[in-house]
């Protein structure tokens, strides 16, 4: 599954990729040393709303 993410500043990014890795790879392909490394941090934010409720 090539998924890829493309962010503001021009980087392409492919996260699914990474998570298959870790499971076939063990702890050296760290999903949190990834993030972090894309400058996230775990502190979490709220979540933006994209869409109205219409009733």
């Known amino acids: 599954m090539n998924i890829a993410l493309h962010l503001l500043d021009g980087s392409i990014i492919w996260p699914v990729q990474r998570v298959v890795n870790r499971f076939r790879n063990g702890p050296e392909d760290s999903i949190a040393f990834y993030g972090t490394a894309l400058g996230l941090t775990d502190t979490p934010t709220r979540?933006?709303?994209?869409?109205r409720m219409h009733e």
């Open 47 to 51: 979540p933006r709303r994209r869409f």
